[in-house]
């Protein structure tokens, strides 16, 4: 069924050809509600028609009857694209279609006219003249992408209703018009790059006008006039000139990149420039780049293709030409590199691949620029006309080829059940650019060369899938991943050998009569442990075989030099062998043997101490020392950096010497020395009648039952250093982590003792300052005060956010906030928890006071300085209040005489002379009702004026009359004057009752209040344990160690990165409701595990005051739930405190004074412009991406599960504006008649309703059909990641509020150089487990885990230097990884623990890892038995994986020796230490 034309002449529907009846199938296009959603749930095929759809639910209640028609258009367009419904989905879709069209067909009506076409078109110029004619300089620019959208829309649903020739001129003009402002209002990400009229604050930013002017700078860059391809094979080719905007357009030109892909890095470019050239630049005449941004830039980049270069001795092509624009080349090469990166979809994790396409079109670039040259081919082009590349030139020609290398040795893999040995991973095809024959692709590459040449064998399926000929396919590349436990000798053979022969020489000494040590010096004894290096050879002959043996499939890849250097291992170890045994009883001569073997240990220990001649020997292309490292180990393109400095050397160093001095002793006394007597006497014995069943009848002296006797022993001489290691990592660790302040506020009593000094701990840590003002900060009080006034606003918004959690009571919120005004009092305001009683206190020390010298009752009351404050502002708090309330000035001056009576008395030490002190208390309990009542609510303004008045007469009738000794004086004085005014009214019956509505003054009644009424039970709060943790933790870090924060303009930009495949978004009312076996619901248990934080929510959700509906306490109690499992919606909530902090930080730095002692309260209500900057600038700084991958297949899914975790997703992205959510999706096309596969990578933002897409960049292929799910899913989404950090977080991790502040402070650990010349390149963050409270199996895992993620951690880092990345809340220097193959290694099954490989990658390519305990962020563990005990195997299965790999046997070599060991006993030695046990 379909239209003939698409036009009628009526105006009334297009016809339809009548058919018989279809059935209609059950179709998931409808929300639970019944409401349509069809605009989500478009086939794939027929995801052009989405937007039209989107159109008509948006103007629906608007005109129904245009929404009506734009349906109308929809099917029109999907069933002529698609007229035999064969595509996925089609068929359901147009059949629910057609039945809604149907009905509305009969039930809407026109409303602007009388027939269809009229209606259409009095509606498109309705929208035309209110929308965008009205709006375009008023309007966001988001908003007018979506009204252009609409309008484009609109227009093409004019043209199919309307007959062309009934079209005026007007509409035409308003479609032109409508067509081209929306190439200037795209859906944007960060950055509105072509918007128009109102400016976004962003675009108005110095730093970013500078780096677009650099970009957009495209003077003197060639222009080839290019010509398109035509159809007639002799019309000659119509030359025409491309449109260039700036220096990515210009790439895009020659290359042919993807539009989605120059938008994605034009942003990404144009941020890292501007956030790179602000840091410390004044802003004024603020308007280029400076030229040290952009070649630090360069720096960063293209370090790793530098490398590659020197590595392969070949000249690198990012050079700039004599005379030109030097800047200008180097954003180029940059952009150049960033657009190849952006295109690479897999291959991004083969990064010498990309230094390899790089070097090639870099090279076209340059003859580009130096001459005329062809872009494509590099030939000489005189006639300056190619054939314009399209924008899948790049991917068709260059990407995809090497992608579909990489898929069919995927596809050898079959299912993760072949050998490691029978495919090559990412690490073999890669490590194909690290030797020169890489040249031979040549450029254009060429498809038939070697690399791209590939038998696909089909096994017949009664082979095994390892059963491949071994001439169909190609070899491995340098290293040969083996299942065996080999490979754990062959990686640490050193230490290995180290032990053997320390083992056999401790025998050999406690073999002799006396077993004494000393014995070594004895002659034979001495000549008897030299055959310990008889052992080592050979041990080394089979270090020498596996070598050859293990790496057998690998040598067809290998150079010949390579092969050489295994033979001739083996043969001299086999010679050394032979030799050592046969002259070992020559005496002298075996002493010169044994001389002459030890040389090259000798050497290796002489390059040990001398860390900086190793570097630069192993960088070194001189022959002869090529010659003496080749000996040594092959060259290899990574781990020829991994030299510590000397400090950092003798302290690890130091660590294994102590720990070995203590272990060798332990194992010669307690495991060997004992065992020597009783294997004397046991060979001694004779034993003549065997039984049956025992072993080795005929070997004399009884040897089996000596090997039987010391095999546990062995077995334990060997497991035992882990036991050692443990001990002194222990140590160490808890020596490093105290003298780290680590600890030193455990509890809130520690905390009442030190709060004074936390302010200003806060401002030495969080708050930036200057030079100058560093050394004035303490120094003047007006600064303090200002410290402190910054320091409320942390703090209370760090107790607003744990209220907003639940995890605290509004009585605690208020005991614990500190009060903004503190300008109102001569002294420091703290929170009402640290002066619970202290005004009661106070009165009662000075009401038992019996000495007649005021000065030491007040020496006592300022020994406590908390009840000093609390004195002093309670007196002045009351004084101001009362002071406001008065209206009559004679009752004011009342109030003045009796202060300045006491003013007075204190400054003469006369207080206690002319004031009792016994009515002291009779005042506090009346002060206590007087401000309750203030309190209170009224309904008769008369009564309770009066009820007032009489407190505040009975208030100074006890003060003038119980209280001061010459209060009838004032009480005279008062009645004079009243009498000379010829009043006849009483005291204080004139009040100003509107102050009451003065928020700072009622703030000043509460505060008294609290002075007045706190307990000593508000010493307790927070009750809630996780709130104590969580301030007593914050509390304590601001005492450690940490780099200063820098301004929020200078610091460091990052991005926080989510992967998600298909967890739990956010708990349904019906998941939290259903009861399993044992008839306990979700939330029934949550409830009994959290009841002061469900008490908290019903008393949140049941406040009159936010007048919670129904509907609104069901979502509040869903995300109460939520944010206490481990869902993707708790991980937003707390990724997205940063943009809060950033936020905060950016009001405190930008206000003035008023503001700062206003309160947070001044923020939100400061002007939109000044908002808006602050957005800007987070914005700038702070990115939030979560990699959704399968997000378009849960829009389209059947399964309500899927369903709902695609609108929770869609919920967060409408509720948290800076989200980006990209994912992978599957588009259905029609080419050449058939439906052909195509995989996208999309970013998407949240609109008013919908998701708005943002970037659409095309895949080579499916990305996650080749490696391991969870780093394909991370790799596809980071090139839509931003910033020179980059935060990893699982989808199972929290934030929270107060360490999201701390942010910047870490940020900068990026900027120091603290291990040699190398700055970090990961900064490991600590975690706190929060699912420690579910049983008691979880709280022992967390305390577990915790124990890992410090004490073990930290000695990883300090002194040990082996620290790797372990799926933790780490943050990567993101350009160094984005140039190194990315946060993770994705090789299908070796690198199922693909974590740490990330940081057994930064450290083999010069990087450094670090470890910060000053900062926490939440994860959250398993919790049930099953569930735990797959977690460690799948840790386990990782770490046996890891044994095989490459990574580990090339650290395990390139390391020195105690770093070895180091990294031996902290990864694959304890999983074989703890099979052992």
């Not at 590349?477 to 080999?486: D, G, I, K, S, Y």
């Not at 309990?925 to 008769?940: A, G, I, M, Q, R």
């Not at 029934?1084 to 949140?1100: A, G, H, S, T, V």
Request: hydrophobic residues 40%; glycine residues 4%; neutral net charge.
């Amino acid at each position: 069924m379909a239209s003939s034309s698409g036009t009628q002449k009526d105006g009334g529907p297009p016809p339809r050809t009548q058919s018989k009846k279809t059935s209609r199938a059950q179709t998931n296009v409808r929300n639970e509600d019944g409401s349509a959603i069809d605009s989500e749930l478009v086939p794939s095929s027929l995801a052009f028609i989405s937007p039209i759809l989107r159109v008509a639910n948006e103007i629906e209640q608007d005109n129904p009857r245009v929404a009506y028609l734009c349906r109308f258009h929809a099917f029109d367009k999907a069933h002529r694209m698609d007229p035999t419904s064969s595509g996925r989905g089609v068929r359901q879709f147009k059949t629910y279609l057609l039945h809604k069209l149907e009905k509305e067909e009969a039930e809407t009506k026109c409303q602007l006219a009388r027939n269809n076409r009229n209606e259409i078109i009095a509606y498109y110029r309705n929208f035309y003249n209110e929308q965008i004619k009205g709006g375009q300089y008023a309007k966001k620019p988001e908003e007018m992408a979506k009204i252009l959208q609409t309008a484009v829309v609109l227009y093409d649903v004019l043209e199919t209703v309307v007959h062309p020739e009934k079209v005026d001129d007007q509409i035409h003009r308003y479609a032109q018009d409508v067509q081209s402002k929306r190439e200037q209002y795209e859906h944007y990400n960060i950055l509105p790059l072509n918007a128009v009229g109102a400016k976004a604050a962003i675009m108005e930013f110095p730093e970013i006008k500078a780096a677009l002017h650099a970009l957009r700078d495209v003077q003197n860059l060639p222009m080839p006039s290019v010509c398109s391809a035509t159809n007639a094979p002799h019309d000659l080719p119509e030359e025409r000139n491309k449109s260039v905007f700036d220096i990515l357009d210009w790439l895009s030109s020659v290359f042919g990149f993807q539009k989605g892909n120059i938008a994605n890095q034009r942003e990404h470019l144009i941020l890292l420039l501007a956030n790179m050239d602000v840091r410390k630049r004044d802003l004024v005449d603020y308007t280029q780049l400076r030229s040290s941004t952009v070649q630090n830039l360069m720096d960063k980049i293209f370090k790793n293709y530098w490398s590659w270069c020197k590595y392969l001795c070949c000249e690198q092509n990012n050079r700039v030409p004599p005379g030109s624009d030097k800047q200008q080349l180097q954003l180029i090469y940059i952009g150049l590199y960033l657009l190849i990166w952006g295109e690479a979809s897999n291959i991004r994790f083969m990064p010498e691949c990309i230094c390899y396409i790089f070097h090639n079109m870099a090279d076209v670039v340059y003859g580009i620029l130096l001459s005329n040259v062809h872009p494509v081919t590099g030939d000489t082009n005189h006639g300056n006309q190619t054939i314009a590349p399209d924008e899948e030139t790049f991917l068709q020609t260059v990407i995809t080829p090497i992608y579909q290398v990489l898929q069919k040795e995927a596809k050898r893999n079959k299912g993760s059940r072949a050998s490691h040995s029978r495919w090559r991973n990412y690490d073999d095809l890669n490590e194909y650019f690290w030797s020169r024959k890489c040249f031979s692709l040549k450029w254009p590459m060429d498809l038939k060369a070697d690399f791209f040449v590939h038998s696909d064998v089909v096994l017949p399926s009664h082979e095994r899938p390892n059963q491949v000929p071994a001439e169909t396919r190609k070899p491995k590349t340098n290293f040969v991943e083996a299942r065996t436990f080999w490979h754990l000798y062959r990686s640490f053979d050193r230490m290995w050998i180290f032990f053997i022969m320390a083992f056999q020489a401790m025998v050999i000494v406690a073999w002799t009569s006396d077993g004494s040590p000393a014995a070594v010096f004895d002659e034979d004894v001495f000549r008897s442990v030299l055959t310990i290096f008889i052992t080592q050879a050979f041990l080394n002959l089979l270090q020498a075989a596996l070598d050859i043996v293990l790496s057998f499939n690998a040598w067809r890849s290998l150079k010949c030099t390579q092969i050489l250097r295994y033979l001739l291992k083996f043969a001299v170890a086999a010679v050394w062998a032979v030799i050592l045994p046969i002259w070992q009883s020559q005496g002298s001569l075996y002493n010169y043997a044994v001389a002459i073997y030890l040389v090259p240990n000798i050497l290796a220990a002489f390059l040990f101490f001398l860390p900086q001649l190793s570097r630069i020997m192993e960088q070194s292309n001189s022959l002869i020392v090529r010659l003496f490292m080749w000996w040594g180990q092959p060259k290899l393109y990574v781990g020829r950096d991994l030299h510590e400095g000397m400090f950092q050397l003798l302290k690890y160093t130091l660590f294994w010497i102590l720990l070995l001095i203590c272990k060798l002793p332990f194992s010669y006394y307690v495991e060997i020395l004992p065992l020597i007597r009783s294997s004397k006497l046991i060979m001694k014995l004779h034993v003549d009648n065997y039984e049956w069943h025992e072993f080795f009848p005929n070997v004399t002296h009884n040897i089996g039952v000596v090997i039987a006797i010391w095999a546990p022993i062995v077995l334990v001489y060997f497991m035992d250093t882990q036991i050692w290691y443990s001990i002194f990592s222990t140590l160490f660790g808890g020596i490093n982590g105290a003298l780290s302040h680590l600890g030193e506020i455990r509890t809130l009593g520690m905390l009442r003792s030190r709060f004074e000094s936390v302010s200003t701990a806060f401002c030495r840590c969080l708050v930036p300052s200057s030079d100058a003002d560093t050394k004035q900060r303490y120094m003047d009080e007006s600064t303090e005060r200002r410290n402190i006034a910054n320091f409320s606003h942390v703090w209370n918004k760090f107790i607003e956010s744990m209220r907003e959690e639940d995890l605290i009571s509004n009585e605690d919120r208020d005991l614990l906030l500190v009060p903004y005004s503190s300008n109102d009092v001569s002294v420091t305001q703290w929170p009402p928890f640290l002066l619970a009683s202290k005004i009661h206190i106070a009165l009662d020390m000075a009401k038992d006071f019996k000495e007649k010298e005021d000065t030491d009752l007040f020496r006592k009351i300022k020994n406590d300085g908390y009840m000093h404050s609390a004195v002093i502002e309670c007196y002045e708090m009351l004084r101001e209040i009362i002071y406001g309330l008065l209206e009559d000035e004679t009752d004011r001056n009342v109030v003045k005489q009796i202060c300045y009576n006491v003013d007075i008395s204190i400054q003469q030490h006369r207080f206690l002379n002319e004031f009792r002190m016994a009515g002291m208390p009779s005042l506090c309990e009346k002060l206590e009702k007087f401000v309750k009542l203030l309190l209170s609510k009224y309904e008769d303004v008369d009564v309770y004026k009066s009820q007032i008045i009489n407190f505040l007469q009975d208030i100074m009738k006890i003060i003038l009359q119980d209280i001061m000794v010459n209060g009838f004086e004032i009480l005279e004085r008062f009645h004079t004057q009243i009498q000379n005014n010829d009043k006849e009214e009483q005291i204080f019956d004139k009040l100003n009752i509107t102050i009451m509505e003065n928020k700072s003054w009622r703030e000043k009644v509460v505060r008294l209040h609290f002075l007045l009424t706190v307990k000593e039970s508000a010493v307790n709060v927070p009750t809630n344990l996780d709130a104590r943790r969580r301030i007593t933790f914050f509390a304590n870090s601001l005492f450690m160690k940490m780099p200063s924060a820098p301004k929020v303009r200078d610091m460091i930009s990052f991005s926080v990165l989510t992967p998600y495949y298909r967890e739990d978004v956010l708990y349904s009312v019906d998941e939290l409701n259903n009861e399993n076996e044992d008839g306990i619901s979700t939330l029934f248990y949550l409830q009994k595990i959290y009841p002061d934080e469900w008490k908290n929510l019903q008393k949140r959700i049941n406040d009159p005051k936010f007048n919670y509906s129904d509907a609104d306490k069901e979502e509040a109690t869903c995300h109460w739930a939520s944010y206490r499992g481990q869902t993707l919606s708790r991980t937003v909530r707390g990724m997205m405190y940063y943009k809060q902090a950033l936020e905060l930080q950016c009001f405190l730095e930008s206000a003035g004074d008023n503001a700062i002692f206003g309160g947070y309260r001044i923020m939100e209500s400061s002007q939109e412009d000044e908002r808006a900057s602050v957005q800007a600038l987070v914005n700038m700084k702070f990115t939030y991406v979560a990699s959704c991958q399968i997000y378009g297949a849960q829009k389209k899914s059947d399964d309500w599960r899927d369903r709902s975790c695609y609108k929770n997703i869609l919920h967060l992205m409408i509720k948290y504006p800076s989200l980006r959510v990209a994912y992978l999706d599957e588009r259905e096309e029609i080419v050449n008649g058939k439906s052909q596969k195509f995989h996208y990578s999309v970013l998407l933002k949240g609109g008013d309703k919908y998701d708005e897409e943002i970037y659409r960049i095309k895949l080579p292929g499916p990305p996650t059909v080749i490696g391991e799910g969870r780093p394909e899913n991370q790799n596809h989404a980071i090139i839509f990641t931003r910033g020179e950090a980059l935060q990893t977080i699982d989808m199972n991790q929290d934030n929270y509020f107060e360490e999201a502040f701390k942010m910047r402070n870490v940020l900068e650990e990026f900027l120091k150089s603290t291990s040699g010349q190398r700055e970090p390149t990961i900064l490991g963050l600590r975690e706190h487990i929060f699912t420690g409270s579910v049983s008691s199996l979880a709280w022992f895992i967390s305390n577990q885990e915790t124990s890992f993620v410090t004490i073990s951690q930290r000695i990883l880092v300090n002194p040990l230097r082996v620290r790797f990345y372990y799926g933790h809340p780490d943050i990567f220097d993101r350009i160094f990884h984005i140039t190194r193959g990315g946060i993770g290694k994705a090789s299908r099954v070796i690198n199922y623990g693909a974590d740490i490989y990330a940081g057994m990658n930064s450290t083999l390519r010069g990087g450094y890892i670090t470890h910060h305990e000053y900062i926490q962020v939440g994860k959250g563990r398993d919790m049930g038995m099953n569930q735990l005990s797959l977690f460690e195997a799948k840790v386990a299965g990782g770490n046996g994986e890891q044994t095989c790999s490459r990574d580990v046997y090339r650290l395990g070599h390139c390391f020195d020796f105690f770093r070895m060991l180091s990294f031996y006993f902290t990864t694959v030695g304890f999983y074989l230490s703890s099979m052992v046990c």
